[in-house]
């Protein structure tokens, strides 16, 4: 049939088409529409390692994969043969074993009458770039970790920290820490100024200016900080470590400040605790009225208080530095040390009685408390002692002791019985008996009892008359001395006593003062019995002679009337 002058050419493809399967940088395979190998470019020999393609002829096209692969393979030749485009990304190694990441194309090859004659995969070399998806992946997912570390460092970090966005330092983020501190408000989205009204005025304000309009960061120790912890609560002072820090974007420009700090609240009013108590404690040491010393570990004075340095004569500054040696008397020295030594090794505090070296020469008795200092860990870190100068103490102990000597000279050479009685009162508070706690010698001539200390009137005598208790227990419980005679039946004896109650209102204590009287009372009363016997003597003798007389009366008148008669008549 002849063609017109503008008639397109016919052109034959099949040149073109070997010369475009064999220019493609990728791996085209022709395959039968079995899955077979029939064809595979220069191109693809290359990247797949293949050294003869002869080897390969003709194989399933699926052997080439990993299995794991190899259902993707097979699915697309299938979508293919149906006319349709399958396509799938797998891993798949050259053939010596380099591994490679392939995105296939598979598509069916057509025959002039639209039959499908064969099939192409077109496989492209995507190792690089998966590599690079999965590097992006593999950092993305670092980054998430790490700002989810971040956020969770910012969460929960022991510091208190807030992010506040632009000029007005508006909060983006808070922390629990930070929330704590001013109360748990609500401060997301609001600037500074408004969600903290309170702190203008302390400075604050003007330091967070000051930050992101210069860049230059702000550190500040134990800052004092009025702050409104409560809603409707008054003002609370505290203390906070603070760091203010610029926040730049990419080019370097200021877009906000990372305030973060530490509330030292509790360590600066500890602090001022432990200075307030170290103040008193320097005050009473300097004002006590007993020494203080204390020592480091090898046994040399680092503190002295003013009458410690009164004791020994010395200035503060001659006994700083010195040695226990320097300041310890001979006898005294070695039993120091041992109980120093042991103190070191762990042993308990003790007390020492010793003697201390003056400046002048003289030898000071005193009594030492002494207490190791430790730290946290238990370590010896040096000692302190108490010292008490004991001068005057074994002076009156002297004199005490005499005192005491006389006393019991004069105690056992009285000729009275002497003893101390303690009260004993039942359930309803009245006197039941007496425990007897010391006497002299003559208390047994007085009393007939023996081995009486420790044990009651009651184990002794039961039988004492009551008069004995209630006069006892009223001494005890008045405090009112008596003085008094009576007879003990029980005992057989008569008393002459003395009692007064030994000690304060709450002592139950009394001492007794006595003599034995028994022998008196009998003379006495062989005296009242003799005088008993005159009088009834005398009185009969008054009877006798007022009888006598009465009877003499008559016998006499005569007489008595001759004699005046006789009278009258003168003296003729």
């Given amino acids: 049939m002849p063609q017109d002058h503008d008639t397109v050419p016919i052109i034959d493809t099949n040149p073109l088409g070997l010369q475009l399967f064999e220019s493609s940088p990728d791996c085209l395979k022709l395959l039968s529409n079995e899955g077979h190998v029939l064809a595979m470019n220069k191109n693809g020999i290359c990247s797949l390692e293949i050294d003869d393609f002869s080897h390969f002829s003709g194989a399933p096209w699926r052997s080439f994969w990993p299995a794991e692969s190899q259902g993707m393979v097979d699915a697309a030749m299938a ?13 798949c190694p050259t053939a010596k074993g380099a591994p490679r990441w392939w995105e296939v194309v ?9 039959r499908i004659q064969n099939l192409l995969a077109v496989s492209r070399n995507v190792t690089a770039a998966h590599e690079a998806d999965v590097q992006r992946d593999r950092l993305l997912k670092e980054l998430q970790a790490a700002n989810a570390r971040m956020a969770d460092i910012f969460r929960q970090a022991p510091a208190f920290m807030c992010v506040l966005n632009g000029p007005e330092h508006v909060f983006e983020l ?31 304000f003007e330091l967070l200016d000051g930050v992101y309009r210069t860049g230059a960061p702000f550190t500040g120790t134990d800052m004092p900080v009025m702050l409104q912890r409560h809603p409707g609560a008054p003002l609370e002072q505290r203390f906070v470590d603070l760091v203010y820090m610029a926040l730049r974007d990419a080019d370097g420009k200021i877009t906000g400040l990372l305030a973060h700090g530490v509330d030292q609240t509790e360590r600066k009013l500890a602090e001022n605790r432990l200075f307030d108590s170290r103040e008193r404690f320097a005050k009473i040491v300097g ?32 006994l700083i ?33 010793k003697h201390y070296l003056r400046k002048d020469g003289s030898l000071m008795p005193a009594t030492s408390s002494v207490n190791a200092l430790r730290g946290a860990g238990g370590e010896f870190q040096g000692l302190v002692a108490i010292v008490l100068d004991t001068t005057e103490t074994q002076q009156a102990a002297q004199a005490l002791r005499a005192s005491e000597d006389r006393y019991r000279t004069l105690f056992e050479s009285m000729d009275q019985g002497f003893s101390i009685i303690e009260m004993l009162f039942d359930e309803d508070g009245r006197p039941a008996d ?31 008359d009551r008069f004995w208790f209630d006069t006892y227990g009223q001494v005890a419980l008045t405090g009112k001395a008596v003085r008094f005679e009576n007879e003990a039946t029980a005992m057989g004896r008569w008393f002459d006593v003395y009692a007064t109650r030994l000690g304060g209102a709450d002592s139950r204590k009394v001492a007794l003062l006595f003599s034995d009287i028994t022998a008196r009372r009998l003379a006495e009363e062989q005296l009242r019995q003799l005088a008993a016997d005159l009088s009834d003597a005398d009185r009969r003798k008054t009877e006798f002679l007022a009888t006598l007389a009465h009877e003499l009366r008559n016998p006499l008148a005569p007489i008595r009337s001759g004699l005046g008669f006789m009278r009258l008549a003168g003296d003729n």
């Fill in 79 to 91: 979508t293919a043969s149906r006319g349709g485009t399958g396509q799938f990304k797998a891993f």
């Fill in 106 to 114: 598979v598509t069916a090859v057509r025959a002039d009458d639209g």
């Fill in 174 to 204: 808070v922390n629990e820490r930070y929330l704590q501190l001013v109360g748990n408000r609500d401060l997301v989205g609001q600037p500074v100024r408004q969600a903290l009204p309170e702190i203008g005025g302390q400075g604050f």
């Fill in 287 to 318: 004002q006590a009225a007993t020494g203080v010393v204390e020592m480091d570990t090898q046994g040399r004075i680092t503190f002295v208080n003013q009458k410690y340095c009164d004791m020994l004569g010395h200035t503060e500054a001659e």
């Fill in 321 to 353: 530095g010195a040695s226990v040696a320097d300041v310890t008397a001979s006898d005294s020295l070695r039993p120091t040390l041992a109980r120093i030594a042991s103190l070191e090794a762990g042993g308990p505090g003790f007390v020492i009685d």
């Fill in 434 to 464: 007496y425990r007897f706690l010391e006497m002299n010698a003559m208390f047994e001539r007085h009393t007939g009892l023996a081995g009486a200390t420790g044990k009651t009137i009651r184990e002794l005598v039961p039988d004492l």
